[in-house]
């Protein structure tokens, strides 16, 4: 075996030097990333925790973290998307929910109302998001009491969907409330993140 000359040592200490760098860097760049990460998660706790709802918020958001990060409006935006996608899948679970079912007329009126208050809702909750994405200039005051009004009003319209069915005590009522209660929860936490950022 041929010892190793000057030069083939030089190298090697080289290509060693060049490793560990490689190594130091990738490992100070996970801890950013865990650090980054932990913030991010923190925030979008500390924020939830003004609202009603808060391990509902947490569990919904958290997972939207890199996107987030610290940003209250891309938070806001987050839990208007998550509202809008539960209140559409919700019409669409109340209207298979009725659909081939031999109700009364009272049942039949109070889900047909149901999917009224809901289209309303989506509808409400969509006008939100296109106002939240055009949100600078002057007419920002004005632009965000459109966004809190039209999510409050969605919200009323999703506590007035169980209105007509309080009286029933069926399982209908159970399940459909259950859809209800759960879209609910979600305007309500983007309303309570919409109203923190109008206030700050």
Not at 62 to 69: K, L
Request: charged fraction near 25%; aromatic fraction near 6%.
């Amino acid at each position: 075996m041929q010892p190793f000359t000057s030069s083939m040592l030089t190298l090697l200490a080289i290509i060693l030097s060049h490793n560990f760098t490689i190594i130091f860097a990738t490992s100070r760049l996970q801890s950013q990333n865990d650090f980054d990460s932990n913030s991010n998660t923190d925030f979008i706790k500390a924020s939830c925790e003004a609202t009603k709802y808060a391990d509902l918020c947490v569990k919904t958001l958290s997972p939207y973290a890199t996107t987030i990060q610290t940003n209250q409006m891309a938070l806001a935006n987050a839990a208007l998307t998550a509202s809008f996608k539960s209140a559409k899948s919700t019409s669409k679970s109340v209207r298979e929910l009725s659909k081939g079912r031999d109700m009364s007329m009272k049942d039949g009126q109070a889900v047909s109302d149901c999917l009224e208050n809901m289209s309303d809702s989506v509808d409400e909750i969509k006008k939100s998001m296109v106002e939240m994405k055009d949100l600078e200039g002057p007419e920002f005051e004005e632009k965000m009491g459109n966004v809190k009004t039209w999510v409050s009003a969605a919200l009323t319209d999703e506590d007035t969907c169980m209105d007509g069915f309080e009286e029933d005590v069926g399982k209908m009522k159970e399940t459909i409330r259950g859809y209800i209660v759960n879209v609910a929860e979600l305007t309500s936490i983007a309303l309570s993140l919409i109203t923190n950022i109008s206030s700050t």
